[in-house]
């Protein structure tokens, strides 16, 4: 088997080739333009296929060439993602904890300095997301998802289910503020993926959805809401801590479960049974039972369950 070509050399002709410019290729490369020229000569002779047709000053690809630098191209780009990967993997002193963005704002890292506190050994990276597959693929060690706890191929804890209650600022409407859930369906809503209906089923009441501002980010609706321009129905795991501090007001007692979902701990198999798992799944089911805990009863849900 022969051996590979010189890595220069690949990335001298790919800039090249891509360029259209040896000066231009050198530049990007950070070397000199007789460097560039002499490991693209060297190639050719490596392969003894000439890659460039040199007209005067110009350098144009022969159809063979054209086709070399595609393959290069692309397998250059596998070669740098694959160090992106080894580079992004979690370290032996690192915890890196994929959150879903909403949860992690709100929720999870005014908490995170409680477990700083507690385990100083570990530096904590925090990576957003939606999905499962970062898991599987070596880049994160935990996640917290909302789901129902059936994906593939992880190991998984139920942490809590989620409430919505309909929320509004203080300031909102001058300050005169809904009491009932009726007033409540004929005030301006800032809306989200969230259904009205149910909400309506459970206060006892009927009428058609309601319109306002939509988003499709939580964020965006919260941000929306705490300016006063309208009520929302939200989970109530996001705006708990704004409740506390007076910075958004519940309207109205009518709450009702986050439909078919609940938060969950997942993490890779390779994680399983590891001290940073063990640290960071003790820490966090503590944090639940005490957020559960300062909840009035009818707004407590469910919360750690069994593995699977």
Request: aromatic residues 8%; glycine residues 8%; hydrophobic residues 45%.
């Amino acid at each position: 088997m022969n051996p590979l070509p010189p890595l220069p050399a690949l990335r001298a002709f790919e800039a090249v080739s891509r360029l259209g410019s040896v000066v231009q290729a050198a530049d990007e490369l950070f070397v000199t333009h007789g460097a560039v020229s002499h490991q693209l000569r060297a190639l050719e002779e490596f392969l003894g296929v000439a890659l460039f047709e040199r007209q005067g000053k110009r350098l144009i690809l022969t159809d063979e060439g054209r086709v070399y630098a595609m393959q290069i191209r692309i397998a250059l780009g596998e070669i740098g993602e694959a160090t992106q990967w080894v580079q992004a993997g979690p370290r032996p002193n690192e915890l890196v904890i994929s959150v879903l963005p909403s949860f992690g704002l709100h929720w999870l890292v005014p908490r995170l300095p409680d477990f700083s506190r507690r385990h100083p050994e570990y530096r904590l990276r925090l990576r957003a997301g939606l999905a499962v597959d970062d898991l599987r693929g070596g880049l994160v060690d935990v996640a917290i998802r909302m789901g129902n706890g059936q994906w593939p191929d992880v190991k998984q804890l139920f942490l809590l289910e989620d409430r919505l209650v309909v929320v509004a600022a203080p300031h909102f409407n001058g300050g005169d503020l809904p009491q009932t859930a009726a007033q409540v369906m004929r005030c301006p809503v800032v809306r989200s993926v969230e259904n009205w209906r149910p909400w309506y089923i459970a206060a006892g009441i009927d009428g058609p959805e309601p319109n306002g501002l939509n988003c499709n980010d939580s964020n965006l609706l919260l941000q929306a809401v705490k300016l006063g321009q309208g009520v929302a129905l939200t989970r109530l795991s996001l705006v708990v801590d704004m409740l506390r501090t007076g910075e958004l007001v519940q309207l109205t007692d009518v709450s009702m479960p986050y439909p078919n979902r609940g938060y969950w701990l997942v993490w890779p198999l390779r994680t399983e049974g590891t001290r940073k798992l063990q640290d960071f799944s003790a820490w966090l089911v503590e944090q639940v039972a005490q957020y559960l805990a300062q909840l009035p009863a009818s707004l407590q849900g469910e919360s750690a369950a069994a593995t699977s």
